[in-house]
């Protein structure tokens, strides 16, 4: 209810939309800096976090990412070679249809029929492997994380610690998002791998 009310009176205090063009945009090359974040509140006694952003940000979970990549290119390459396999014998069979002899045509749909299985079975089975690194990588990020995100909370004595990205916050006072620090304790605590 608060919600509606606070869109209706941001909406009640918006001038009705112009039919003038936009003015020519600044260049880019000209982007101001991103303002200071304000202090954390002494009497707040919630906070939030982006889990997504800390992930995103720290060296952690940029080595999870990486990790990820890596995996992914790897099926990729094997996914690549099966599907240059198949596409190779299609080839062969349309265009040499005529001149192969029976025995070696029927080979050749048996090998078709061969890679189009394993391709299907390897795509599948790299999807699989994807997800599940996906989730242990998540799994220990969380394991890390959480006990750094407790000790901050205790610090700051809070009553309560929200993910903004789950929480589904319309605003968010600058000063209670504790990512920047959590993010700070996450590459301390785990710095990257040279």
Not at 21 to 47: G, N
């Amino acid at each position: 209810l608060a919600a509606v009310l606070v869109a209706g009176n941001v909406y009640a205090q918006t001038p009705p939309p112009t039919t003038q063009a936009p003015p020519p945009a600044a260049p880019a090359a000209q982007a101001p800096a991103p303002a200071p974040q304000p202090p954390f509140p002494a009497d707040s006694k919630i906070a939030f976090v982006n889990v997504q952003g800390v992930l995103s940000q720290s060296a952690l979970g940029k080595a999870g990412s990486a990790q990820l990549e890596a995996l992914s290119k790897r099926l990729q390459t094997e996914l690549t070679a099966i599907e240059t396999k198949l596409k190779d014998a299609q080839s062969k069979q349309q265009s040499q249809s005529q001149l192969l002899s029976e025995v070696a045509a029927a080979q050749l749909a048996k090998d078709i029929d061969r890679l189009t299985r394993e391709l299907n079975f390897k795509q599948q089975e790299a999807q699989s492997e994807v997800q599940a690194m996906q989730a242990d990588l998540l799994q220990d990020f969380e394991r890390k994380v959480v006990p750094l995100m407790e000790a901050l909370a205790k610090e700051k004595g809070l009553y309560a610690l929200f993910d903004v990205g789950s929480a589904g916050a319309v605003y968010v006072f600058p000063g209670v998002d504790l990512s920047p620090e959590l993010v700070k304790r996450v590459d301390a605590q785990f710095p990257a791998k040279k």
